[in-house]
Each structure stands twice: as C-alpha cells, then as structure tokens.
T-cell receptor, first 114, second 109 residues
Framework: IAGITQAPTSQILAAGRRMTLRCTQDMRHNAMYWYRQDLGLGLRLIHYSNTAGTTGKGEVPDGYSVSRANTDDFPLTLASAVPSQTSVYFC?????????????FGEGSRLTVL | GQNIDQPTEMTATEGAIVQINCTYQTSGFNGLFWYQQHAGEAPTFLSYNVLDGLEEKGRFSSFLSRSKGYSYLLLKELQMKDSASYLCAVMDSNYQLIWGAGTKLIIKP
C-alpha cells in the first residue's frame, strides 16, 4: 500500500542520547516535512525538503537535523535529546504543488525523553 | 505574528449538524486547509479553499471569507466516527502552512 512509513512508532530515550527517526515514502513526492505535535499547540514545522538534495529550516529547527539523500527517505536526527523534545513527530510529503498543498502524513513517532 | 484560532472543543449529537469556526491572521494567504485527525492517528486532508465561498464534499462543506479572515467547516448528519480533532491550516505568502491547535469534536448518541 502506497504511503509514508515512520519508524519507530514509539520510543523512550534517555536525555543526551542520539536518536534518528526514519521516514520513507513510496509516492515519489518531491517535498517532505517533519512536524512535531504537542498538546494545545498546532503542528510545528521542524525541517523540510522541497526536493532530493535540499533541506530547509522550519519554525522549530534547533536540536534537530535532517538529510535528503534520495527522493524516498527523510530521516530526522536528534543529536543530543532533551526532555523538551518529548512529542509526537509526524513525517509528511506532498507532490510539491504549492497551490494545493495537500499533505500525506505518516502514522507518527511518539518520543519520550527522560 | 501569525495566528490561527479555533475552539478547543465542541460537542454535538449524532445525526445533527455542527459548524467549526477558524479565524486567521497571516502574512499573506495562499489557501486554507482542513484536516481530520482521529486520536492517536495521522491527520488526513479534508478540504482546500482559496477563493471565497462554499466548497461541498459529501457530508462535509468548507466556507471561506478572505476579507474577514474566516473559515468554517460544516459537518452534516453527524456519525460517531466523526469524533476527531479538526485542524485548520493557512498557507502564507511563503507557501508555509500555519496550523491551528485543532478543535476536538465529541459526538454523543
């Protein structure tokens, strides 16, 4: 079934540890995004990539890094996790048509940093 | 700053109609989106408005007034499966999506 796959679905992590959240899509979408969702707040963009080989910073990029080596994969790395990074992380993609902007989301990765 | 406002929670009865409002203040406007998100699941696209007026799609309709910075999502013939959060998002002049915190809709029998 075509879509976006995220891994892991859930993780508990000690503060200071490095963590990579994986995201893979098979829809050949150009644009990909990482959001975090926290209770009472709207989705906040961490990083994005408009096409393979390029990345950009979103609203809350500090403490996170991404790479886009190919069209399908867009991993998000926390170099040294802190408790404030406890959140649900969603990866999303779109076909790059800025005029419609419809996003397709993965099922999310729930991360707890202790 | 940029701001999207929508009610935190609403309750409605199965079979009834409910209107979820969204007001926005953004730097530029390139469209307004509604997404549905069931608890513990990913958001899924419902509708897109870029011109003023009403867009109807089955039991769901979305309205936009750009001059008022206002939209609503209208859900008719409510079903229990409509219990979810409804997210309003606006695309600004940089084609970045600004998201509201979402409205949790509770449907009662």
């Amino acid at each position: 079934i075509a879509g976006i796959t995220q891994a892991p679905t859930s993780q508990i992590l000690a503060a200071g540890r490095r963590m990579t959240l994986r995201c893979t899509q098979d829809m050949r979408h150009n644009a990909m995004y990482w959001y975090r969702q926290d209770l009472g707040l709207g989705l906040r963009l961490i990083h994005y990539s408009n096409t393979a080989g390029t990345t950009g910073k979103g609203e809350v990029p500090d403490g996170y890094s991404v790479s886009r080596a190919n069209t399908d994969d867009f991993p998000l790395t926390l170099a040294s996790a802190v408790p404030s990074q406890t959140s649900v992380y969603f990866c999303a993609s779109s076909d790059g048509d800025a005029n419609t902007g419809e996003l397709f989301f993965g099922e999310g990765s729930r991360l707890t940093v202790l | 700053g940029q701001n999207i406002d929508q009610p935190t929670e609403m309750t409605a009865t199965e079979g009834a109609i409910v209107q979820i409002n969204c007001t926005y203040q953004t730097s530029g406007f390139n469209g307004l989106f509604w997404y549905q998100q069931h608890a513990g699941e990913a958001p899924t696209f419902l509708s897109y408005n870029v011109l003023d007026g009403l867009e109807e799609k089955g039991r769901f309709s979305s309205f936009l007034s750009r001059s008022k910075g206002y939209s609503y999502l209208l859900l008719k013939e409510l079903q229990m499966k409509d219990s979810a959060s409804y997210l309003c998002a606006v695309m600004d002049s940089n084609y970045q999506l600004i998201w509201g915190a979402g409205t949790k809709l509770i449907i009662k029998p």
